[in-house]
C-alpha cells in the first residue's frame, strides 16, 4: 500500500519532484474567485508570467492539462475550410494531429522518425505551397527528449510566411527552455504546471497572441469552456471565465517569484547545466535517443544500448531508495529511459540518482 505521507521522489518527466515550500501554498486559504483579492493575485501572477515569457501580449490561466489548450487553439483559431500541418516527430506532436482531426479541421502531416528533429527547410518546403492556415509544432518532444530548433523555425517563419499561424506545445520547455514569445512571432504556445514550473498537475498556462485572439473572433463554434473570447473579457479583470483552481495559481504566483528574482537567463542556465551532466553519463554508459545538438535540456531520452531491463532496474530503484525515473513512452519502453533535470531538481539530486543506476548497472 502507498505510503502517501512519504511519495517516491520523481525524476519522470512529469509530474516532476515538488519542494515542500511549494506545496504549502495549495494549503493556503482560498479566495472567493470574483472578488477583489482574487483579482489581485491573478493580475499580480499574469504580470510575472509576461516577464517571464517576454511577452506584451495575452497570458490566460486555464484550469485544465495542456492538452485542454490543443483543443483551445484549433476550434478558436481555424475555421472549417481551413488547413492545419501538423509537424509530427514523437508521440505528443503525433498527438496533436489526432487533436485536430476530432475537432473536424483538415489536416496534413509532416511526419519524420521519433528522435529525429523538424526543421526550417522541411516546414519551408511544405508551407511555400500555400495550402495551410496554422502549423503546429512541439517544442520539446517529452517522449525523445528532443528540443525543436524552433528559433530558428521561426525565424524562416517570419521570413517566408508570415501569414500562416503558428501553434505551439511548450509543455516540457517553457521556463526551462528559452522563450521570448513576442519575438518568436508564434500565436499560441502553452504548458501545464507539472513540468518545468515544478507544481502538482492540474492547471496550463496559455499565451495568446493579439493576431490568435482577432481571428478567434470570427470562428464559430468555439465550444464553452476553451473560448478564447471568453478567457479575454473575464482577463481584463484579472479573472477567469469559470471557476479557477485557485490553490494552483496561488503556487504559480509563488513559483514566479522566484523565477523573477533569479532571472531567467540564470533558469535556463541552471537547466542546460544540469543537462550537460546528465547527457555526459548517457553517453559514457549508453546513448543519447536522439542527436546530441538537439538533445533537450529538461530531460533526457537514453538509448537503451546495453538492453538492461528499464523495468527491473526502475523498480529496484524505487523499492529502495523511494526514487523513480521514467521509462520509455510508448513504443520506446524498453528501448529507453528517461530522466527529468527541470524545476526544483538540483544538481546533487541527479548525481545520487545517476550513483544508485549506476549501482544497478554493476
Not at 500562416?164 to 502553452?190: C, Q, R
Request: hydrophobic content about 40%; proline content about 4%; glycine content about 6%.
Amino acid at each position: 500500500m502507498t505510503d502517501w505521507k512519504n511519495p517516491p521522489r520523481l525524476f519522470i518527466p512529469g509530474p516532476v519532484k515538488v519542494d515542500d515550500d511549494v506545496l504549502q501554498q495549495l494549503s493556503l486559504p482560498t479566495l472567493g474567485h470574483r472578488l477583489p483579492e482574487y483579482s489581485d493575485l491573478h493580475g499580480e501572477t499574469v504580470d510575472m508570467l509576461k516577464k517571464i515569457f517576454f511577452t506584451e501580449q495575452n497570458i490566460f490561466l486555464s484550469t485544465s492539462s495542456a492538452s485542454g489548450i490543443w483543443e483551445a487553439a484549433i476550434r478558436n483559431c481555424v475555421d472549417f475550410d481551413e488547413t492545419v500541418l501538423c509537424t509530427m516527430c514523437g508521440a505528443f506532436s503525433d498527438k496533436w494531429s489526432s487533436v485536430v482531426k476530432s475537432c473536424g479541421r483538415k489536416v496534413e502531416e509532416l511526419k519524420v522518425d521519433w528522435g529525429r528533429a523538424i526543421t526550417p527547410e522541411l516546414i519551408d518546403a511544405k508551407l511555400a505551397t500555400g495550402k495551410y492556415a496554422a502549423i503546429t509544432m512541439v517544442y520539446n518532444e517529452t517522449s525523445t527528449g528532443l528540443a525543436n530548433p524552433v528559433y530558428e523555425i521561426s525565424k524562416m517563419m517570419k521570413e517566408k510566411h508570415p501569414d500562416v499561424m503558428v501553434f505551439v506545445d511548450s509543455v516540457s520547455a517553457m521556463v526551462g527552455l528559452p522563450l521570448h514569445f513576442d519575438e518568436l512571432g508564434w500565436d499560441i504556445t502553452f504548458a501545464s504546471v507539472q513540468k518545468a514550473f515544478a507544481i502538482p498537475p492540474g492547471m496550463a498556462v496559455a499565451l495568446v497572441s493579439d493576431r490568435a485572439l482577432a481571428k478567434s473572433e470570427k470562428v464559430p463554434y468555439r465550444g464553452y469552456y476553451f473560448d478564447f473570447q471568453a478567457f479575454a473579457k473575464t482577463a481584463a479583470k484579472n479573472q477567469t471565465p469559470t471557476t479557477p483552481s485557485i490553490p494552483h495559481i496561488m503556487a504559480i504566483n509563488y513559483q514566479c517569484k522566484k523565477l523573477v528574482k533569479e532571472g531567467m537567463e540564470n533558469v535556463w542556465n541552471r537547466h542546460k547545466k544540469m543537462a550537460k551532466y546528465v547527457r555526459a553519463w548517457a553517453k559514457e554508459n549508453f546513448d543519447l535517443f536522439c542527436e546530441d545538438r538537439y538533445a533537450s535540456d529538461t530531460l533526457t531520452t537514453i538509448k537503451n544500448t546495453k538492453g538492461i531491463s528499464v523495468a527491473d532496474t526502475i523498480k529496484a530503484i524505487k523499492e529502495k531508495h523511494n526514487t523513480v525515473f521514467g521509462n520509455g513512452y510508448g513504443k520506446l519502453k524498453e528501448d529507453t529511459f528517461r530522466i527529468a533535470h527541470m524545476g526544483d531538481i538540483k544538481m546533487d539530486d541527479l548525481k545520487e540518482l545517476l550513483g544508485w543506476i549506476d549501482e544497478e548497472l554493476k
